[in-house]
C-alpha cells in the first residue's frame, strides 16, 4: 500500500471538480468514468484497511450502484456534483482512518565520535526482503554516494516501495543528538534502516539494516550502537582532496571504485597524520571505534 | 549445557528417544578490507574442552595455529575429546570481504561451538568464537567475532617467514601490500596471556620504518568476523 494515498484521491476528487464546473453535460461521460475509477481506488483502501465488511464499504457499493445507474442514461451536473461530493465524504473520512492506523517510531541518533560530524542520515521503514548493503558485497550506487558525499538522496530513492522514509535535515555534531519520526502501518516483521556518512573521512557509513523493531509495544524502546562500515568505494587515503568534511574540504563523491576491495566491510578506522601518515589531512582527533553512533527507537 | 545433559538423561530413562542432532549451516563473512583468515577451525565440543580462554595462558596448539595457521594439535584436541570439527572450509585463505559457507555440520548433542583461524599479516593475532552454546531452538543466529592476540610472540610486524612457535616475525602477508625492511615495532609482548589484539601499527614507508605492515591497509577495528548460523 503507498504511503498517503489520502493526498492522490483528494487530487482526483480536486480535478473532478473543476472538470464538473468547466464542461457541460456532453463530457459527462468522461466524469462518470474518473467518478468510476474514484469507487476502484476507495475500495483498494478500504480492503487495504481490512474493513471489507464495514459500513463503509457498503456505503461505497452504494454510491456505485447510483453510477452505474447514470451511466444508463443521460445525467444532469447537478446529480454528478452531488455524487462527487459524496464520494468526496467517503474519501475524508477513510483518510482519517488510515491517519489513526499510523503507528509512529521515533529515532534518536546520538554522535559520539570525538570529531566526526554524520551528514544528515537516511531512515527507512521496511519489510525483511530489502536491504540496504551486504557485508562482503559491492555498494549499491546510492550508498556510495552517500558514503562518499554525505548525501542520503539517491540511497532512499534506491528503496522499492518502503513502508516510509525520510533524509535527516542538518549535520549531527559530535556531541549531539536529534530524533526523528517516521510512521507507518505496523507490521509484525516490520524493519528499520540507518545510515550516516561520518564526514571527514573517503567512504565510511555508520548504519544498520534489517533491524526488526516489529515486535515493540507501544511505548517500548530498544538502543544500540551502529558499526562503522566502508563501503568499499573509494580508496582510504585521507588526503585534503579526497575528504569531504571540516577537516579537509575536499571532493565528496567520484563515480571512479578505487578501493583495496569492491565490497562493504567493517571500516578499519583511520590513520591521520599524527600517527605518521603524512600526506592525511586529518589529525589524531578524527579518529573512531565502533560504536560512534548510538541509536534509540521507540514505539509511541 | 548440564541441564540439558540432565533432562535427556531422565528422557532416557522414561523411555523416550532423546537423541537431538543439532545440524547447523555456519556462514563465515571477513569484514575486513585488508585482513587474510588463515584455514579455519570449526569445532563442536562440550563443556570439558576450548580451543582458548581469553585471559588464559595459550596452549602449545592455540599458538601454533596463531603464529603460523597450523589448526592440526587443536583439531586433535576436540576430536580426542569426543567432539566435532570442521577443518579449512574455505579451502586455503578467506581473503578480505570474503565469506565461506559451512553446510550441514552434524553438531551430535555436542554443546558448544567454537571457531579459530590465524589473522595474516599478524604476528600472533587469531580470529576467535569460545564456546557459544548452540541453540535449541531452529533458527537463525549472528554471532560477531573479535581479533585477539595469543600472548606468545612479540608484535614486531616483520615480514620474514617466521610462523613456527618459537620463531619471531610474520610468515607472510598474502595481500603482497606491505612494505620491507621494518625494523620492528617493539621486541616485547606486554600481556602473555590470551588477550584482544591492539591492531597492527603499520607505517606508509614502503622501505624501512619500523613495521613491514601499512597502516592505511592492514588495520582494523572490531569485529573481524560475521557468523550466521542457522539451526536447522
Known sequence: ?300 | MKLRHTLLGLLAMAGTASTQAEVLDIEVVNLTHGIYFTPILVAAHDGDVALFEPGASASAELAAMAEGGDISGLSANVMAAGGAVVENPAEGLLGPAATVMIEDMDTGDLGYLSLTAMLLPTNDGFVGMNSWAIPESPGTYTVYLNAYDAGTEANDEIVNGGGMPGVPGIPVNPGEDGGSGGTGVTMEETNPMVHIHRGNLGDTMADGGPSDLDSRIHRWLNPVAKLIITVE
Open chain 1, 1 to 300: 500500500m503507498t504511503l498517503y494515498p489520502g493526498i492522490r484521491l483528494s487530487l482526483a476528487a480536486g480535478a473532478l471538480g473543476l472538470l464538473l464546473t468547466a464542461c457541460g453535460g456532453d463530457d459527462n461521460d468522461d466524469d462518470i468514468t474518473a467518478l468510476q475509477q474514484q469507487v476502484a481506488d476507495l475500495q483498494t483502501e478500504i480492503d487495504a484497511l481490512a474493513m471489507a465488511d464495514s459500513d463503509l464499504s457498503t456505503t461505497l457499493a452504494d454510491l456505485s450502484a447510483q453510477l452505474e445507474a447514470l451511466e444508463a442514461r443521460s445525467v444532469s451536473d447537478e446529480e454528478l456534483a452531488a455524487l462527487s461530493m459524496e464520494l468526496e465524504a467517503l474519501t475524508e473520512h477513510i483518510e482519517a482512518l488510515q491517519l489513526a492506523s499510523q503507528t509512529w517510531y521515533e529515532i534518536t541518533l546520538t554522535n559520539l565520535s570525538a570529531n566526526q560530524p554524520l551528514a544528515p542520515a537516511a531512515l527507512i521503514l521496511h519489510d525483511m526482503d530489502y536491504r540496504g548493503w551486504m557485508a562482503g558485497m559491492p555498494a549499491s550506487a546510492g550508498l556510495e554516494l552517500l558514503a562518499e558525499s554525505g548525501s542520503p538522496a539517491d540511497f532512499l530513492a534506491e528503496a522499492d516501495s518502503p513502508y516510509a522514509s525520510m533524509g535527516g535535515g542538518a549535520i549531527l555534531m559530535p556531541g549531539e543528538q536529534v530524533t526523528y519520526s517516521l510512521s507507518t502501518n505496523w507490521q509484525p516483521y516490520l524493519a528499520l534502516t540507518v545510515a550516516s556518512m561520518p564526514v571527514n573521512t573517503n567512504d565510511a557509513f555508520a548504519g544498520v539494516t534489517g533491524w526488526a523493531i516489529g515486535g515493540l509495544l507501544p511505548g517500548d524502546s530498544v538502543s544500540t550502537h551502529l558499526h562503522v562500515y566502508d563501503a568499499g568505494t573509494e580508496a582510504n587515503t585521507e588526503t585534503a582532496e579526497t575528504i569531504p568534511g571540516p577537516a579537509a574540504g575536499g571532493e565528496g563523491y567520484n563515480a571512479a571504485r578505487d578501493d583495496l576491495v569492491d565490497a562493504v566491510a567493517l571500516h578499519r578506522g583511520v590513520v591521520s597524520a599524527d600517527d605518521g601518515y603524512a600526506e592525511s589531512a586529518l589529525d589524531q582527533s578524527h579518529r573512531f571505534d565502533q560504536g560512534m553512533l548510538a541509536v534509540t527507537v521507540l514505539r509511541r
